[in-house]
C-alpha cells in the first residue's frame, strides 16, 4: 500500500486555499528562482538545462500576464503586459545569446515587483473583493518601479 507524500498533500492544500495575491506571489517567486537555475546552468555549459529553466520563468509570466484584469487596472495593468512581454523577449534573448546579463535583468524586476506583491498578499482585503482588488493594489505599488522598467522595454524595443 504505497501512503501519499505528505508534503505534497500540504504544498497542494496551501495552493488550493491561497488568496489571489498569495497565488501571484508564488508565480513570482516561481520565476525567480527558474532564472536562478538558468544562471547556474549557464555558468555550467548545460544547455538543456538553461533552456528548461528559462522555459519554466516564461510559463510563471505567461500565468501573470493573463492573470491581468485590464478592467479593474486599467493603465498599470497595461503597463505590467508590457512588462512581462519585454521580460519573455529577454529571457529568450538570454538564452539565445547565452548572457546572463538579460537574466540579471528580469530577475532583478521581478525581486522588486515581487515585493510589492508580499505587502499586497499580507494585507486583509475583504474575500468578495480579493481577486479583483489584489492586482489593482499591487499595480499600484508597483508603479514606482515602472519607470525604470519603462525605459529599458522602450531602449530595448528600439533595439529590434
Not at 512581454?85 to 537574466?103: C, D, G, I, N
Not at 535583468?105 to 473583493?129: C, D, F, I, S, T
Request: net charge negative.
Amino acid at each position: 500500500m504505497a501512503y501519499p507524500d505528505p508534503y505534497q498533500a500540504y504544498a497542494e492544500g496551501s495552493i488550493l486555499n491561497a488568496t489571489p495575491a498569495a497565488l501571484i506571489v508564488v508565480l513570482y517567486e516561481t520565476a525567480i528562482a527558474a532564472i536562478g537555475r538558468g544562471e547556474e546552468c549557464l555558468e555550467k555549459g548545460d544547455i538543456r538545462g538553461r533552456g528548461k529553466a528559462i522555459t519554466n520563468a516564461m510559463s510563471a509570466i505567461t500565468e501573470l500576464l493573463v492573470s491581468l484584469n485590464h478592467e479593474k487596472g486599467g493603465t498599470l495593468s497595461k503597463n505590467l503586459q508590457q512588462m512581462y512581454v519585454y521580460m519573455h523577449k529577454r529571457l529568450l534573448e538570454a538564452h539565445a545569446r547565452e548572457s546572463r546579463e538579460p537574466m540579471e535583468e528580469v530577475k532583478g524586476l521581478l525581486v522588486k515587483l515581487l515585493q510589492a506583491w508580499r505587502k499586497v498578499a499580507e494585507e486583509p482585503v475583504k474575500a468578495e473583493n480579493a481577486a479583483a482588488e489584489a492586482p489593482v493594489v499591487a499595480s499600484e505599488r508597483a508603479a514606482g518601479y515602472w519607470d525604470e522598467a519603462a525605459e529599458r522595454v522602450s531602449s530595448f524595443s528600439a533595439e529590434f
